[in-house]
């Protein structure tokens, strides 16, 4: 199975359309997410690759070439671009209907996450700067865009975080991550039992006081 760097790929298309954003007057609103996307669908698709400022670029960034590179080497490049694009645009057209206008690769991300919260349960991540299994660090992850959404729906957003489409792109990316699991299981490429040995040398490692 060759490795063809897909994350790398579309990080770099992200790196040259936020150029575009920045010295192209009404690029953005071209292609942005918002009411107009019913008329004009290629805009759930382009809304991916926008990004609002730098530190939005770079943070999904960091997520994509991190957990897209992981998940390409498990699954293969054409699974890792289905998860991908169909979590994003499918996150997408859940949150078009919450705001009025949205755009990055948040939701493909996520996506990105929830597939692997089920491939790769166990992996030890940083977050918040301490090492825990992935899938703690999505049920963190989760219940942060839990809170948001809720400050969204009683009206007292914590700020522009646009949480629904996180949730979305994590649900859909879940589906995969059975989808995937259930498939790898078949052709022996992965264990689904839960090793004691391996929670234990986890808790040595890292819940050492």
């Known amino acids: 199975m060759k490795f063809r760097f897909y994350a790398v790929k579309l990080s770099l298309a992200m790196i040259v359309i936020f150029i575009a954003q920045t010295f192209i007057p009404s690029f953005t609103n071209l292609f942005v997410l918002n009411q107009?996307?019913?008329?004009?669908?290629w805009r759930f698709l382009t809304a991916i690759f926008l990004h609002g400022n730098i530190i939005h670029l770079i943070f999904n960034l960091?997520?994509?070439l991190l957990f897209g590179t992981i998940l390409e080497k498990f699954i293969s490049g054409k699974r890792f671009l289905l998860v991908f694009f169909i979590t994003g645009i499918l996150a997408n057209l859940i949150s078009i209907n919450f705001y009025n206008s949205s755009l990055g690769a948040s939701g493909a991300i996520f996506g990105i996450l929830g597939a692997l919260v089920i491939l790769r349960p166990f992996m030890v991540v940083f977050a918040f700067g301490i090492p825990?299994?992935?899938f703690i660090?999505?049920?963190?992850w989760a219940t942060a865009d839990l809170l948001g959404a809720y400050g969204f729906f009683t009206g007292n957003?914590?700020?522009?975080?646009g949480n629904i489409a996180h949730l979305s792109g994590m649900?859909?990316?879940i589906l995969f991550g059975i989808l995937y699991r259930k498939l790898l299981v078949r052709k022996r490429k992965i264990?689904?039992?839960l090793d004691e040995d391996q929670i234990r040398n986890w808790e040595r490692t890292w819940?050492?006081?």
Request: hydrophobic letters at 55%; proline letters at 10%; charged letters at 5%.
């Open 171 to 173: 649900f859909f990316g």
């Open 157 to 161: 957003p914590i700020d522009n975080t």
């Open 36 to 41: 107009l996307s019913w008329f004009q669908p």
């Open 132 to 134: 825990m299994p992935l």
């Open 62 to 64: 960091f997520a994509l």
């Open 191 to 193: 264990n689904v039992s």
């Open 137 to 140: 660090a999505g049920i963190i």
């Open 207 to 209: 819940m050492k006081s």
